[in-house]
């Protein structure tokens, strides 16, 4: 099992940036396709962006253009860089790991572990 512990989240405008961080722990993280997700009161945790272990990316279309996803090898971290962030962003956002690196990569079925989330809102 991996332990995922997410920091970065916290009240921004409109318009602003963000870094969010998720570090994780063991030998083999370079073998993970990582990925994070949203989830806002009163809906189902969504897909936001995701990196193979090769470093291919994905993205939600309401994201594209506007957040970035990176990982860091050396460090056990992936990073998800927001910007031009909306009203809509706000959500609790957990970072996951894929220690199978299963073709699925869009959905939460294709993630094993989880973090507890840290929360982003954006007010107008």
């Known amino acids: 099992q991996v332990q995922l512990v997410e920091s970065g989240g916290t009240l921004v405008q409109a318009g602003g940036s963000l870094r969010l961080s998720c570090a994780a722990s063991g030998r083999t993280f370079s073998t993970y396709n990582m990925g994070w997700f949203r989830q806002a009161p009163g809906k189902e945790r969504e897909f936001v962006a995701a990196?193979?272990?090769?470093?291919?990316?994905y993205y939600a279309d309401s994201v594209k253009g506007r957040f970035t996803i990176s990982r860091d090898n050396a460090k056990n971290t992936v990073y998800l860089q927001m910007s031009s962030l909306k009203p809509e962003d706000t959500a609790t956002y957990y970072c996951?790991?894929?220690?199978?690196?299963?073709?699925?990569?869009?959905?939460?079925?294709?993630?094993?572990?989880w973090g507890q989330g840290t929360q982003v809102t954006v007010s107008s």
């Open positions: 990196i193979r272990r090769d470093g291919d990316t």
């Open positions: 996951a790991a894929d220690r199978f690196s299963r073709a699925i990569i869009r959905s939460i079925n294709g993630f094993d572990d």
